[in-house]
């Protein structure tokens, strides 16, 4: 069964095609990054119109690169929510128009379970059940997974989510945007303290005994200590390194006291940030510690693409799930909880 997946939540356009039986035959991505930088952030009018404009030769990339025509699409999976409304609207009645068009089913799929799936399409893929850390620019949570479709919320940010926080603290030490790799990079020329760092940030929740994050006060910690004095370049690296420090080690810690609690030893990363390396790092390390593995999506399939949702909408088919959308009638749902998912 060849599924096309169809993601467009906010200020990626992806595109690809699974086969359920010779593994993901072609993606493409396209990245609005160029045009939102002018603005300081994504713009949602011009995030919608920039994916009407790029889905369709986005689709004849993959077909051509999967060596297939849109006769050979057995389903069609899109992105249903959560994310900016406009933009998830584009891509839903893109998929939906050309399901109808070819008389194949089409499927609605929450993006975060697109993530939270993503590690699956590799070929050392986890077995479930497992703990699975999903952390981007507007989702840091903590999950078990039983299976597809069974999903136990653990804990969450209580305010800004780590991507969140990556973006807001890089635009406080001025760096451009998209914030969090621009300042992940400065970071590795920084020092931590106490070695030779000059600032001491602090760990958000790490001994609160449960499995919740909060990082809003550690960006009005970043602000403090940035008005503090002037900051030379040399601060402003050690101030992106201790901050990082302090998000990965409070990510790392509740990640491991997750796989503690529930006697689990795969611990599954997922999400955008998933690719600072400085987190997979201390992942990696922490894990070992308990006997444990990290499991992360290929780099390029961290970001938002259309394979995870392909792959999500194929493992849901092969599970018999049925679209009860009627022809012509969908809706997105921009604020969808994983948990709410059956």
């Not at 795969?266 to 894990?287: C, F, P, T, W």
Request: hydrophobic residues 45%; glycine residues 10%; proline residues 5%.
């Amino acid at each position: 069964m060849k599924v096309l997946g169809i993601e467009s939540s906010c200020d990626e356009t992806g595109v690809a095609l699974y086969d359920t039986e010779r593994g993901l035959l072609g993606h493409a991505v396209h990245t609005q990054v160029a045009m939102h930088e002018a603005y300081g952030g994504v713009v949602p009018e011009l995030a919608s119109r920039d994916h009407i404009r790029r889905l369709i030769p986005l689709l004849e990339r993959v077909l051509a690169e999967a060596a297939c025509t849109r006769h050979d699409i057995d389903a069609i999976a899109y992105t249903a929510g959560p994310g900016l409304a406009g933009a998830l609207l584009v891509g839903a009645s893109f998929a939906e128009a050309l399901a109808m068009a070819l008389d194949v089913p089409a499927l609605p799929v929450h993006h975060l379970e697109g993530h939270l799936l993503s590690p699956l399409l590799a070929d050392d893929a986890p077995t479930f059940p497992f703990i699975a850390l999903l952390v981007s620019g507007g989702h840091t949570q903590l999950m078990r997974v039983a299976r597809v479709g069974d999903y136990q919320l653990l804990g969450e940010s209580l305010d800004d989510a780590a991507g969140e926080a990556f973006d807001k603290t890089a635009k406080l030490l001025g760096l451009g945007y998209p914030g969090g790799p621009a300042l992940a990079q400065l970071a590795e020329q920084g020092t931590i303290y106490p070695k030779a760092g000059r600032f001491k940030l602090p760990r958000p929740m790490i001994n609160s005994g449960d499995l919740s994050f909060s990082f809003s006060g550690l960006k009005t910690a970043v602000l403090t200590a940035a008005r503090a004095k002037e900051m030379t370049e040399a601060d402003k690296a050690d101030l992106a390194a201790e901050f990082q420090e302090a998000v990965t080690e409070v990510l790392a810690a509740k990640s491991v006291a997750a796989c503690r609690q529930h006697r689990l030893s795969s611990l599954v990363v997922a999400g955008g940030v998933g690719a600072n390396r400085r987190l997979r790092q201390r992942l990696d390390e922490a894990m070992a510690k308990i006997g444990g593995r990290v499991f992360y999506p290929e780099l390029e399939l961290c970001t938002d693409n259309g394979a995870m949702i392909a792959f999500a909408g194929s493992q849901r088919l092969l599970q018999g799930e049925v679209p009860v959308s009627a022809r012509g009638a969908f809706a997105v749902r921009p604020r969808w909880p994983l948990d709410q998912l059956s």
